[in-house]
């Protein structure tokens, strides 16, 4: 349910709905729009008895969610959700822009690919200390050394980080070093540690997975903000489908979709979406058009040389072709980049 406070119902009349909500046995997360306050209720299967609050004073209405998500909707919070990362905004006119190595490297590596994706207008470093592979034998990421390098990188640049996270055992750990948590595509579904993120007052990143419906993937974010932590970012990086001339398949749907459905950035990662270098640069500026809020991209300075991903990593002169081919789109839709 929803309770739905009058435009100009005072603070006063909105603590004691809250309490009221609370009292009854329901958390109470409250959204504070231009013009009215919403508080969402949640917690119960039996809602009749946040009917009789209908009656309350300040009270306009209570509305049942008719999604089976809540909390990340637009019914509970029409406008659009803009996150904070340490004074750079996501979510706002302004398009983030991610670039990075798909893996964390040498320190020289990275601070250079840092350099190159900062001159070419990126703000935020991805890069990946904890690597979800395929392979057990495959190169599992540089762990604490990894974040250590990320940490040099930011030192050099200012770009704030984004990194993996794959365990709830690492938690502590990531967020003594990262801006931004990634929760990536294999984890998309792992509700234990979704659960857990409510804690951490990082702003999240969060991939939907590679088999994971769009209101599959809405109930997941659920979990992470239902735990307390509203700053989350979704994130299309493709889907498994028949076709495999792609590693994935990019769904652009998925990109307008998720901003009618809800209010959370919607940030587009043609990279792993295409899985072709030749093919980020299209996708990203279709992404760009269809309204996502921000672009993750793979950069790397040699990407024959990359420990991984490097068929789908940009050099750092294509990724400044893209950045100015997103730049005219993201001006024709009224954006900034
Ligand atoms: C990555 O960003 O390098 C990554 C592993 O992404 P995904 O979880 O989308 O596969
Ligand atoms: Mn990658």
């Not at 670039?99 to 991805?126: D, H, N, Q």
Request: hydrophobic fraction near 40%; charged fraction near 25%; include cysteine.
């Amino acid at each position: 349910m929803i309770i739905v406070m009058q435009a100009g119902a005072s603070e006063a009349q909105i603590e004691s709905v809250v309490k009221r909500v609370k009292q009854l046995g329901y958390d109470a997360h409250i959204s504070k729009g231009e013009e009215r306050t919403v508080i969402g209720c949640v917690g119960h299967a039996d809602k009749s008895p946040l009917q009789q609050l209908a009656a309350t004073p300040g009270v306009e209405s209570v509305v049942p969610i008719l999604k089976p998500w809540k909390l990340v909707g637009r019914q509970f919070k029409p406008e659009s959700t803009v996150i904070d990362v340490d004074g750079e905004l996501i979510g706002g006119d302004r398009i983030a822009l991610m670039a990075g190595p798909c893996s964390v490297e040498t320190e020289e590596r990275t601070v250079e690919i840092a350099r190159a994706v900062k001159a070419a207008g990126a703000r935020f470093l991805r890069g990946g200390a904890f690597k979800p592979r395929t392979s057990p034998y495959a190169f599992q990421g540089l762990e604490r050394e990894g974040l250590e390098i990320l940490r040099a990188a930011k030192r050099e640049t200012g770009l704030r980080i984004v990194t993996e996270l794959l365990s709830v055992r690492d938690i502590e750990l990531v967020c003594e070093y990262t801006d931004i948590i990634q929760i990536g595509a294999r984890n998309c579904q792992n509700f234990a540690l979704l659960k857990e993120l409510g804690g951490t007052g990082k702003p999240v990143l969060f991939k939907r997975g590679m088999s994971t419906t769009l209101k599959e993937y809405l109930q997941a974010a659920e979990y992470i903000v239902a735990g307390g932590n509203p700053d989350v970012m979704l994130c299309e990086r493709g889907i498994r489908t028949f076709e495999d001339s792609t590693r994935n398949t990019f769904d652009l749907n998925a990109v307008a979709l998720l901003k009618q459905w809800s209010h959370l950035p919607m940030i587009a990662d043609p990279s792993h979406g295409t899985g072709i270098w030749s093919l980020v640069a299209p996708m990203a500026a279709a992404s760009v058009a269809a309204g996502a809020d921000g672009l993750i991209i793979e950069v790397h300075t040699e990407p024959e040389q990359a420990w991984s991903d490097g068929q789908q990593s940009l050099r750092p002169d294509k990724f400044q072709a893209l950045v100015e081919q997103c730049r005219r789109v993201a001006e024709a839709v009224g954006r900034s980049l």
